[in-house]
């Protein structure tokens, strides 16, 4: 399977301030997503980063609060914006081919203070 | 959009006994069920998985069994081993062939102790 990286693997911000993490995969693929892990919690889909054009939000997500950017097929980045501390969660990419199978970024723990 | 449920919440289970986790979705398109294990700290990673035109997949120590009618799947580890402590998620897609097919759903989680 692919080699996914994601920078950076954590961060302390201050509210009002906003964090860009980067995904990087080591071969092109098809499909990249970008989920949020609260502490405890589950995962929940943010959105699917479509190359060249906008990303597409699940519902309870918008593109003003998370913009994504996919410039080719092995990069995206998710970008926090103007963080609150319910901001504060693992953030990870996972990337799939063409088949249904996603695989997971190692994460970037962000904790908003 | 799908519902995944996933129960139990936290099991405990002496080393060598099996373990079973079972989920539950909502939306009968959906047609491919991965599992991941989280160990603490680290990313969830793929364990097995099952796609809707066959009833039960084994590897190893690990089975998935679905059941289409009842719109179920279930995790099942024997022999189980202390390093198999983890949190595991079950999930829910359609698949490909439509916009957002893809989009895995996950349950809300088991921490699966091995006591030793």
């Known amino acids: 399977s692919a080699v996914i990286s994601q920078k950076p693997s954590r961060d302390i911000c201050q509210r009002g301030t906003s964090l860009t993490i980067q995904c990087q995969v080591d071969s092109q693929v098809t499909m990249m997503f970008w989920y949020r892990q609260q502490p405890g919690q589950s995962l929940t889909l943010i959105a699917t980063?479509?190359?060249?054009?906008?990303?597409?939000?699940e519902s309870g997500f918008v593109i003003d609060k998370f913009p994504i950017s996919r410039p080719n097929l092995t990069f995206s980045t998710l970008t926090v914006s103007n963080m609150s501390p319910e901001d504060s969660s693992i953030y990870l990419c996972?990337?799939?081919?063409?088949?249904?199978?996603?695989?997971f970024g190692p994460g970037t723990r962000l904790l908003v203070l | 959009g799908e519902n995944v449920e996933q129960h139990p919440s936290t099991l405990s289970v002496q080393e060598g006994d099996s373990a079973v986790i079972k989920c539950t979705y909502s939306d009968s398109a959906s047609n491919y069920f991965p599992w991941y294990k989280q160990e603490l700290g680290k990313r969830p990673q793929l364990i097995i998985d099952i796609r809707s035109n066959v009833g039960e997949k084994k590897d190893q120590r690990i089975a998935v069994t679905l059941n289409k009618t009842a719109k179920h799947f279930s995790l099942h580890i024997t022999e189980t081993q202390p390093e198999d402590s983890a949190v595991y998620f079950c999930?829910?897609?359609?698949?490909?062939?439509?916009?957002?097919?893809?989009?895995?759903?996950f349950g809300t989680g088991t921490r699966l102790t091995v006591i030793p």
């Open positions: 980063a479509n190359q060249g054009s906008e990303a597409t939000y």
């Open positions: 999930a829910a897609s359609m698949g490909r062939g439509k916009t957002g097919a893809n989009n895995l759903f």
């Open positions: 996972s990337v799939g081919s063409t088949r249904e199978t996603q695989y």
